[in-house]
């Protein structure tokens, strides 16, 4: 789940770990690459999620020294 470091609540002007709270879900996301489901609770930005395959596998350099696999 992604929420606010701030609180348990996902109200980042309510400090600590307050009771009685509800906890607003504004979206869930698929990130198929890393085979997560994330919850995402209150107003959060989330980071990019990686492929199954990282581009670094693709990167090759021939014997002439030229790169290829980068973009």
Do not use: W
Request: no cysteine; proline share 7%.
């Amino acid at each position: 789940m992604a929420k606010t470091q701030m609180s348990f609540s996902t109200d980042p002007n309510v400090r600590g770990a307050p009771t009685s709270h509800t906890t607003e879900i504004s979206g869930i996301k698929l990130e198929n690459g890393a085979g997560f489901i994330v919850v995402i609770a209150g107003n959060m930005m989330t980071m990019p999620g990686l492929p199954k395959v990282p581009t670094a596998e693709r990167i090759d350099i021939d014997d002439t020294g030229v790169i290829s696999g980068l973009f």
